[in-house]
């Protein structure tokens, strides 16, 4: 089967930084999107990966492992505004996204 | 001009009644896709359409009919209503089907089946 593990919920603080892992099952593997969710909002993209390594954008950066099946979101000099869900999705042999339950990550000042 | 734009917002309704939720992108996309949230935040696909046709019907029950009369447009219409219906409903859609791409969300649809 297919299956998405992340953390439910983490929290850091203001300006700090944060790493958010998720591991991942799926049928074929065709790369691997990060969204963000505010509460009461739409999903938004962040990053694709399909190849090994640390992709920088920012303050975001995103890391792939697919031997391992893994991945993880690093979010830097955190600002209150982060606070959100963060939701990992591979995209399996069909093309589908699979989805996360997200990780809720909490800013304190 | 919003991306990908879903009316209404806001539904709340009795059990048994039916009802729509239209949604519009104008992004020349060719893939569009009809998604549920539940209260536990999971996103579970429900619908996909290519140019029109459907090419992804999850499993969900039959009381739920997508219509897509152009590639620009996607509608979901929902018959007799369950509690169990109560979610957000987010459209989204992306460039195709066959390349992972990004997927541009609306700004979902909060259903309350009372």
């Known amino acids: 089967g297919q299956n998405i593990d992340q953390p439910t919920e983490m929290t850091a603080t203001e300006g700090a930084i944060v790493q958010i892992n998720c591991t991942y099952q799926?049928?074929?593997?065709?790369?691997l999107f990060w969204y963000q969710q505010h509460a009461g909002e739409a999903p938004t993209f962040l990053s694709y990966n399909v190849l090994d390594g640390l992709e920088e954008k920012g303050r975001f950066s995103s890391f792939l492992s697919r031997s391992k099946g893994y991945s993880y979101l690093l979010l830097k000099e955190l600002q209150m505004k982060d606070s959100a869900s963060y939701l990992c999705a591979p995209v399996d042999s069909n093309y589908q996204l699979i989805w996360g339950a997200g990780t809720k990550l909490i800013i304190k000042p | 001009d919003t991306a990908v734009s879903q009316t209404p917002k806001y539904l709340v309704t009795q059990m048994g009644n039916d009802k729509s939720i239209k949604c519009e992108q104008n992004l020349g996309h060719d893939t569009m896709y009809w998604y549920k949230q539940d209260s536990k935040k999971f996103l579970k696909i429900m619908f996909s359409?290519?140019?029109?046709?459907?090419?992804i019907n999850e499993t969900v029950p039959n009381r739920f009919s997508p219509k897509s009369p152009d590639k620009a447009h996607l509608n979901l219409h929902i018959n007799s209503l369950e509690l169990g219906d109560s979610a957000v409903y987010f459209c989204?859609?992306?460039?195709?089907?066959?390349?992972?791409?990004?997927?541009?969300f609306g700004e979902g649809s909060r259903l309350t089946v009372l």
């Open positions: 989204a859609s992306s460039q195709d089907q066959r390349f992972p791409g990004e997927l541009f």
């Open positions: 359409y290519n140019n029109k046709e459907l090419i």
């Open positions: 799926t049928s074929g593997f065709n790369g």
